[in-house]
């Protein structure tokens, strides 16, 4: 099959769930015979096809700023989007695979799919609903509305989890979407050795309020009384990284919380929780949260906070993981559970057999391959 994955950024290049989805998936396929294209912005010439990885990469415009005051950029959608049209155009594709954000590329993605008359499906990695008044005011209503244009015109739709399908159906997806989960290079974890330097917790994640790294240093302030030897690294970077700074100096825990910043070496990022013995990541959306599946292939128990929007509390296993409520004496209590008694290994070990990218890829290939060839015929092209 020719296969094409729209997405507005491109792996190693930028470093984030989707972009890994479709590079761990896209190189896979590209290895069992199928053609996979890929439409990124890049600075590469825009009419200079690259083969990279097993994969055809498609230039599509000059990169431009994904975040506006620490927001996806609606510019930045508008611009890619422009310029995907007459690219998408030009090539024949068996079935494109357009990821739902930022949606503007998804109403470009399905009028080429129409006029090409090839199938497209959009892979859902989140849907927001009445988040959107959070995360913009008064402003929120457009995302919202947008939001319900793009499942409008998701007919053929892929869930990366049923969190994210509960969501779309919550907010009049009618439909069932096939549920292609997000996964980990389980093989190549299980071979990286775990670092010199051990930590009790780690947090992994952009510093954004979203996150709430502020209620991992106010954890380790609770917990500092009874363990007074408590180590604690915040791996990441944002906006909200010099109030953490501050906050870490003001409650004296600049021996016990270390802050690295980002760091770009995976292999590194996966010693470290190798070297650690709980992750926490209280954050209140996740679309999927691979992070926590990569903690739990390095033998972590799991402790995050209940959230509409947060789909890593499925990750939370009996005698794996807690559950907490988004305050720090909650997940204080969470974190000093597995400080003193170790996750339940075998349930840790079977549950990250699942979520290996290799049976993820035979799921996708098997949704792609049925949608690919069923006959068309319906009366409206939005409803296909």
């Known amino acids: 099959m020719k296969i094409a994955f729209v997405y507005d950024v491109l792996y190693p290049e930028t470093i984030g769930g989707v972009e890994k989805r479709i590079f761990e998936i896209g190189t896979r396929l590209a290895e ?12 590469w010439p825009k009419d200079k096809t690259v083969i990279r ?6 230039p599509v415009c000059r990169p431009v700023g994904l975040y506006t005051s620490g927001r996806r950029s609606v510019i930045q959608a508008l611009w890619y989007s422009i310029h995907l049209f007459p690219i998408l155009l030009k090539v024949r594709i068996d079935i494109t695979d357009c ?10 993605a399905r009028i080429a799919g129409f006029l090409k008359g090839e199938p497209c499906v959009i892979t859902w990695h989140e849907a927001w609903g009445s988040y959107w008044y959070s995360y913009l005011g008064s402003a929120g209503v457009v995302g919202r509305l947008v939001e319900k244009i793009a499942l409008l015109l998701s007919g053929s739709s892929i869930a990366v989890s049923d969190h994210t399908a509960a969501r779309m159906k919550c907010e009049g997806y009618r439909k069932d979407p096939f ?5 980990i290079n389980l093989r190549a974890i299980q071979a990286i050795e775990p670092g010199e ?14 996150k709430h790294p502020e209620l991992v240093v106010e954890a380790v302030r609770i917990l500092a009384g009874e363990y007074p030897d408590i180590t604690c690294t915040m791996v ?5 990284m010099t109030s953490i700074q501050e906050k870490v100096r003001e409650y004296g825990l600049t021996g016990k919380i270390r802050l ?3 760091i770009a070496d995976y292999n590194q990022v996966i010693r470290m929780m190798k070297s650690a013995r709980v992750f926490v990541l209280p954050s209140e959306r996740e679309g999927f949260g691979i992070v926590f599946i990569e903690a739990m292939a390095c033998g972590l128990p799991v402790v995050t906070i209940k959230s509409p929007l947060n789909a890593g509390t499925a990750h939370v296993l009996s005698g794996c993981g807690y559950c907490a409520r988004p305050s720090p004496d909650d997940i204080a209590l969470g974190i000093r559970r597995f400080l003193s008694q170790s996750p339940d290994k075998n349930c840790l070990n079977e549950y990250v057999r699942g979520h290996d990218w290799d049976k993820i890829t035979s799921l996708l290939e098997d949704v792609y391959s049925r949608l690919s060839c069923e006959k068309k015929g319906e009366s409206s092209w939005w409803c296909s």
Do not use: C, K, W
Request: charged share 15%; hydrophobic share 40%; no cysteine.
């Open 99 to 108: 990821q739902n954000f930022p949606y503007f590329p998804v109403i470009v």
């Open 53 to 58: 990885d097993g994969l055809i990469i498609h």
């Open 260 to 262: 690295p910043g980002f």
């Open 32 to 43: 069992r015979g199928h053609e996979i294209h890929l439409f990124p912005m890049s600075a």
């Open 179 to 183: 549920i292609v989960p997000n996964g």
């Open 197 to 210: 330097e051990n930590t009790d917790l780690i947090f992994i994640g952009r510093f954004i309020p979203e």
């Open 236 to 240: 990441g970077d944002g906006p909200m």
